[in-house]
């Protein structure tokens, strides 16, 4: 998060969260957080919740993107570096298990990109 050029560490309690309402049925949180913190949704989302936004967290739908790296043919970049990338991305932990959401409320989206 950046204001003002500048980096911010931890997100003040008054801006971690801005809601919007799309449609009587679908509502567009989003959450801030500084580059200090571990983002942990649940817990943001119990904050919003003793705000007085009234939901159940077992019934909230939690929409992910995933990308899949597949080596190219002719990427201009050695096949070895290629492997090697897409194996250390494979290290990385997984977006649900990164923000502590609930696996079986989770949406995936994915695609598959050449490198």
Partial sequence: MTRGGAFTPRAADANRFEIQALSPDF???TLRFG???QPHI???LAAM???GLKFDIMTTSFFLGRRTLRPAANSGMPQWQARLFIALTKQAASAPD???LPSDRVVEL???MKV
């Fill in 27 to 29: 509502t567009l949180v």
């Fill in 110 to 112: 994915g695609a598959q």
């Fill in 35 to 37: 580059f200090m913190e």
């Fill in 98 to 100: 990164f923000f502590n």
């Fill in 49 to 51: 919740r003793q705000a």
């Fill in 42 to 44: 649940p817990r943001a």
